[in-house]
C-alpha cells in the first residue's frame, strides 16, 4: 500500500520562505502524477500545485510565481518551495497521488481531487505578519 509522509512545514513570517517535501512507497511513484492541495481552518481544501510524469508543472492563480513544484523519481520524492509567503498561505499542506497515469496531463486533471487516490497527513505550514 502506498503511504504519503509530508515534512518541512513550519511557523515563517510573511515573506519568508519554507521547503515542503513529500516521500512516497511503493514502485509507482515514477507511473503517476503529483499534487499538493492545502486547507486552511473554515476552508475547503484547494489545489496549490501539481506535477505530471514528464515533470510539466501547473499552478493555482493565487501561488503562481511564488511557488515551484518538483519532483526527484529516483528518490521517490516531490517538493514544494514556497516563497513570498502571505499570512493568507497558512494552512495544512497536503501532497496526494494519482492512480498510473498518462505521460502528460494537464491542469483540469491535476487541479481535480478526484484524480488523485492517495493521500499524506499533511504538515502544517503558519505564516505569522
Known amino acids: 500500500q502506498v503511504q504519503l509522509v509530508e515534512s518541512g512545514g513550519g511557523l515563517v513570517q510573511a515573506g519568508g520562505s519554507l521547503r515542503l517535501s513529500c516521500a512516497a512507497s511503493?514502485?509507482?511513484?515514477?507511473?503517476?502524477?503529483m499534487g499538493w492541495f492545502r486547507q486552511a481552518p473554515g476552508k475547503e481544501r484547494e489545489f496549490v500545485a501539481g506535477?505530471?510524469?514528464?515533470?510539466?508543472?501547473f499552478y493555482a492563480d493565487s501561488v503562481k510565481g511564488r511557488f515551484t513544484i518538483s519532483r526527484d523519481n529516483a528518490k521517490n520524492t516531490v517538493s514544494l518551495l514556497m516563497n513570498s509567503l502571505k499570512p493568507d498561505d497558512t494552512a495544512v499542506y497536503i501532497c496526494?497521488?494519482?492512480?498510473?497515469?498518462?505521460?502528460?496531463?494537464?491542469?483540469?486533471?491535476?487541479?481535480?481531487?478526484?484524480?488523485?487516490?492517495?493521500w499524506g497527513q499533511g504538515t502544517q505550514v503558519t505564516v505569522s505578519s
Open positions: 506535477i505530471d510524469r514528464s515533470g510539466g508543472t
Open positions: 511503493g514502485r509507482t511513484f515514477s507511473e503517476a502524477a
Open positions: 496526494a497521488k494519482t492512480p498510473r497515469t498518462a505521460f502528460f496531463a494537464n491542469y483540469y486533471y491535476l487541479a481535480n481531487q478526484k484524480s488523485y487516490e492517495t
